[in-house]
């Protein structure tokens, strides 16, 4: 959790800051590293999850729509605020609330991946992983390429949980998993490129031009996951892959550095950057938490 909101807060640098020396200064000469809407909705799954122990629909919404109120400011998509003005005007749930957005087929965009950190945390040894993701996406995210992204990038963390950064790992093995798990066309067939992509050592900016980088779900998701198996064995190696090739910079390192972190471990963070991080204190608490909890109830 740590990992993605550095990879959010440096990626929303990285916006006005694209040259990598440059950025780096920044990054030091900054007091303090600010997240965007990408962690704020990403604490407020984690919030959720420890208030029912369950992915609760409706409550997960009201989480979002309360911590959306307190901060309005975090960059919001029109999508959830749209979302939560038509809860309050028409008393539907969250869900039909989202199913409703662009005529109807819900929204396709990232916005369900980029904060999935604390249900494949939490749910990551889960037989219903997919199930789990699907749902929390389907709060905002009700098309089924945004539920299938977010899904997909969820069973990426909880396979980096799982994983011994000591020890070398299969990315074909990584992405075959992945590949099996995505349900959705557009979403199995970018995994599939990814993985080409890696036999091919394409580079960052050619895989990048291949796999997008914007806003859709299958045109950012891919390419973070191809950061994190691009640079498994360095967070800053990955974070700088994912956010110096153009496109949703914050997004894209909110949900490479999730993997990379989930792999990783706290320790292979930088420090001071830690140190800088916004509400840094209250994310580790959330983490472990979660951590605890999901022990607790025999979910590890």
């Known amino acids: 959790m740590v990992g993605s909101a550095l990879g959010d807060a440096i990626g929303e640098l990285a916006f006005r800051h694209p040259e990598r020396s440059l950025l780096v200064e920044v990054v030091q000469g900054s007091a303090e590293l600010d997240y965007t809407d990408d962690t704020a909705m990403a604490l407020g799954i984690a919030e959720s999850l420890l208030e029912k122990e369950v992915l609760d629909q409706q409550h997960l919404g009201e989480t979002f729509q309360r911590n959306f109120e307190q901060e309005p400011w975090r960059g919001y998509a029109p999508g959830p605020p749209t979302i939560f003005s038509r809860v309050r005007s028409t008393r539907i749930s969250y869900v039909e609330a989202a199913r409703s957005l662009f005529d109807g087929s819900g929204s396709l965009g990232n916005g369900a991946a980029m904060r999935i950190v604390p249900v494949g945390l939490f749910f990551h040894d889960a037989a219903d992983l997919y199930d789990k993701a699907a749902a929390s996406a389907e709060v905002t995210h009700a098309h089924l390429v945004g539920m299938d992204g977010a899904a997909v990038q969820a069973k990426a963390i909880a396979m980096a949980v799982g994983l011994n950064p000591a020890k070398r790992f299969s990315r074909q093995t990584f992405m075959n998993e992945l590949i099996g798990f995505a349900k959705s066309r557009e979403i199995r067939n970018k995994m599939q490129l990814v993985g080409r992509l890696l036999e091919e050592n394409a580079t960052p900016r050619e895989a990048a031009d291949q796999l997008g980088r914007t806003v859709l779900m299958s045109e950012s998701m891919p390419f973070a996951v191809y950061s994190f198996l691009k640079f ?7 974070l700088f892959c994912a956010i110096l090739n153009g ?11 999730a993997v990379s972190g989930a792999y990783l471990g706290l320790e292979a963070i930088p420090e001071a950057w830690v140190a800088k991080l916004e509400n840094s204190p209250n994310i580790m608490h959330l983490a472990t938490s979660l951590a605890d909890r999901c022990i607790d109830a025999g979910l590890s």
Do not use: I, Y
Request: charged letters at 20%; a negative charge.
């Open 232 to 238: 498994p064995q360095s967070f800053n190696e990955c």
């Open 247 to 257: 496109g949703d910079r914050d997004t894209l390192g909110a949900m490479a550095c």
